[in-house]
């Protein structure tokens, strides 16, 4: 039985019956009933109605190679015929994890040479967590366990990752969270610089902020500071060019592990492979998942550089840690093909020089003029629109998120999916966006600005 034998209405009504979203609020979507995906090609998603919407998300920041590819969907059924699941505990492995490994090294920063595999990002963060406590007592300084993070972070939505995270409306379900996890200020210069204040001020007073709790806390008792390089889901915040030096320069002088969390910038998104490469930042460990396979499996790679890898090795002694499905030889076959994929086709490398520039510059021109946008920010393959009720005094419209939710809305019915993130529109494209689906994504957000500013007047 294929779904095709299912009306729009029935399976809205099977899914109000039985299906539990992520973030959603349950009574709102049974008011509204689910929009249903049916397939999708390129940079394309149809819907049960018939609609062809241009993806502007990559589904969750991840489909970097896009919709289609048969290659993946190849690689996957031969491998799940020749094994289709093996584990990599009690002194196993299979081939796929071993080439992916291998490849994940030669890709990432040359400090960067070891990787422990999960399903998700989630998943890697909280290995992430676990491994660098572990690796202060490998050290003899087991005191050495309180993590930095910072306001707004996501990091995902297991426990750990939870707390690892900076998101309040979270915290604040969770109740209770892993011990020993500061959050400081991030380092968004629309929204916290003061009157006055430069771009270059700002970002060093953001990185003070990691300092100050480094020293509040005791040098000798922090573990890691953890970030992403941007920061995604708590609205493409691109810090300022000074901060992320000055952060290096504070765990350095610390002695404090730098945690990047690379779930939604690695494999490309930035126009390098990992925004490390095209930040110049230096990390201990780096968590990725989502790009590894483009979204067509699940799996996810913590990256464990050359220093905390070394004491693992060194000292020994079992890491108490890993999941049934670390090291999945089905999803490790689709993230060797996907990376093999966007190298042959040179995808980065169009972001880099092509693509990027003009995605940030199209959307500028189409709506930087406009009443509702207070400022248009981007890098790479990464678009965050900030939405306000008046551009001088950047203020909102009420109740706090309105404004970015009726753009979105209208962005979608005029078939561009984007996100609102509180009060900011988010594009994450795939890496194939031509110049005409910028093209085609600039004259529909400004369509969207234009419904969203009728409703909201
Ligand atoms: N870290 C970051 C930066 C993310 O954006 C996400 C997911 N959006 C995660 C971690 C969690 O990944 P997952 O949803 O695969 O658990």
Redesign the pocket.
């Known amino acids: 039985m294929t779904f095709q034998n299912f009306s729009t209405e029935q399976l809205q009504k099977m899914d109000a019956g039985h299906h539990l979203h992520p973030f959603t609020d349950h009574k709102e979507l049974r008011d509204a009933g689910s929009r249903i995906v049916t397939h999708a090609k390129g940079p394309f998603i149809y819907d049960s109605e018939g609609n062809e919407i241009l993806d502007a998300m990559a589904g ?2 991840c489909v970097n190679i896009g919709y289609g590819y048969d290659e993946l969907a190849d690689v996957a059924a031969e491998q799940m015929r020749e094994l289709p699941y093996y584990n990599s505990f009690f002194k196993c492995t299979t081939p796929t994890p071993v080439l992916l490994a291998e490849k994940i090294a030669s890709l990432a920063p040359d400090n960067m040479n070891q990787v422990f595999f999960g399903s ?4 890697a ?1 909280d290995t992430a967590l676990r491994l660098v406590r572990h690796f202060w007592v490998l050290e003899g300084k087991p005191e050495k366990n309180i993590i930095i993070s910072r306001d707004n972070a ?4 297991t426990v750990a ?1 939870t707390s690892l995270g900076g998101m309040s409306a979270m915290h604040e379900q969770l109740n209770g969270a892993v011990p020993n996890i500061k959050h400081v200020m991030c380092p968004y210069y629309y929204g916290l610089a003061e009157e006055g204040e430069t771009e270059e001020e700002f970002g060093l007073r953001a990185a003070k902020a990691v300092e100050d709790a480094i020293v509040e806390a005791g040098p000798e008792n922090v573990a890691a500071f953890i970030a ?1 390089p941007i920061q ?2 708590g609205g493409v915040k691109i810090p300022p060019a000074s901060y992320w030096p000055e952060i290096q320069r504070i765990c350095e002088k610390y002695d404090v592990l730098l945690m990047l ?1 690379e ?2 910038t690695g494999y490309g998104r930035t126009g390098e492979w990992f925004a490390a490469q095209s930040m110049n930042i230096k990390a201990d460990t780096i ?1 990725t ?2 790009g590894l396979t483009s979204g067509y499996m699940p799996l ?1 790679a913590l990256i464990v550089g050359d220093r905390v890898a070394k004491t693992l090795v060194e000292k020994g002694g079992e890491f108490y840690h890993g999941y049934t499905y670390s090291a999945h030889p089905v999803a490790c076959a689709v993230g060797l093909r996907n990376l093999e994929i966007i190298e042959r086709e040179g995808m980065i490398d169009r972001v880099r020089n092509e693509t990027g520039d003009y995605l940030l510059s199209s959307i500028e021109a189409a709506i930087g003029d406009h009443p509702l946008v207070g400022e248009v920010r981007g890098k790479g393959f990464l678009i965050a629109i900030e939405i306000v009720k008046d551009k001088a005094s950047k203020s909102r419209h009420e109740p706090s998120g309105a404004g970015a939710t009726a753009v979105r809305d209208h962005a979608i019915a005029n078939n561009i999916m984007m996100r609102a993130v509180g009060d900011t529109m988010i594009m994450s494209p795939p890496l194939i966006w031509t110049r005409e689906h910028i093209d085609m994504a600039a004259e529909r957000v400004k369509a969207a600005l234009a419904g969203a500013l009728a409703d909201l007047s």
């Open positions: 969750l920041w998700s990002g989630s998943e963060n996501y990091h995902g939505s990752a992403e995604g889901a969390d779930v939604i968590t998942a989502k996810s």
